[in-house]
Antibody, heavy 120, light 113 residues
Framework: QVQLQESGPGLVKPSQTLSLTCTVS??????????WSWIRQHPVKGLEWIGY???????SYNPSLKSRTTITIDTSKNQFSLKVDSMTAADTAVYYC????????????WGQGTLVTVSS | DIVMTQSPDSLAVSLGERATINCKSS????????????LAWYQQKPGQPPKLLIY???IRESGVPDRFSGSGSGTDFTLTISSLQAEDVAVYHC?????????FGQGTKVEIK
């Protein structure tokens, strides 16, 4: 079955850019059946959908983060990536990658998640 | 944005007893053309990512035990665990996928009494 795994730095300085990658195994990211998503979980605020990307490169973002966020896809590596600019302490969260359902915007499965702390 | 509010924030239930979690959306997530409620429930066990339990408000994902059931329509929804088991200790989240941005409730923590 499909598995997802996030990778990237656990610590980012304020004002810097966060870069995370999600590697998909057990299935092709290129088959057009799914969209590939990023979701984060704040310690107190709960889960927040960041955005998703299709194998073609088409994207959709949460307006609250759109100005600072870029999601890209590398079908040759079966990976997709997240960049968030101008990080602040409010961006401290566990970041998950997840597969969006074929036709609708719920998510399964999810990666294990990676904790990103913003601190100098 | 559609705001999702869950209640209670936490509850403690004895093994074998019923657990009930409520989720309210700030606007209806019922799509009139297909009569479907765009509402999902997830289970998040300690140290794990969320796992999809229920979608379309009441359809159990494959492999989910039938003690889990979802109900409700429009703006008010309920997740029921009919007979709580030790392995059901988790945080439960509702999510609307009616319109973007797709939003989640704050989570309800279920513990054993």
């Amino acid at each position: 079955q499909v598995q997802l795994q996030e990778s990237g730095p656990g610590l980012v300085k304020p004002s810097q850019t966060l870069s995370l990658t999600c590697t998909v195994s057990g299935g092709s990211i290129n088959n057009g059946d799914h969209y590939w998503s990023w979701i984060r979980q704040h310690p107190v605020k709960g889960l927040e959908w960041i955005g998703y990307i299709y194998y073609s490169g088409s994207t959709s973002y949460n307006p609250s983060l759109k100005s600072r966020t870029t999601i890209t896809i590398d079908t040759s590596k079966n990976q997709f990536s997240l960049k968030v600019d101008s990080m602040t302490a409010a961006d401290t969260a566990v970041y998950y990658c997840a597969r969006r359902h074929t036709n609708h915007n719920f998510f399964d499965p999810w990666g294990q998640g990676t904790l990103v702390t913003v601190s100098s | 944005d559609i705001v999702m509010t869950q209640s209670p924030d936490s509850l403690a239930v004895s093994l074998g007893e019923r657990a009930t979690i409520n989720c309210k959306s700030s606007q209806s997530v019922l799509y009139s053309s297909n009569k479907k409620n765009y509402l999902a429930w997830y289970q998040q066990k300690p140290g794990q990512p969320p796992k999809l339990l229920i979608y379309w408000a009441s359809i159990r994902e494959s492999g989910v035990p039938d003690r889990f059931s979802g109900s409700g329509s429009g703006t008010d929804f309920t997740l029921t665990i009919s007979s709580l088991q030790a392995e059901d200790v988790a945080v439960y989240h509702c999510q609307q996928y009616y319109s973007g941005p797709y939003t989640f409730g704050q989570g309800t923590k279920v513990e054993i009494k």
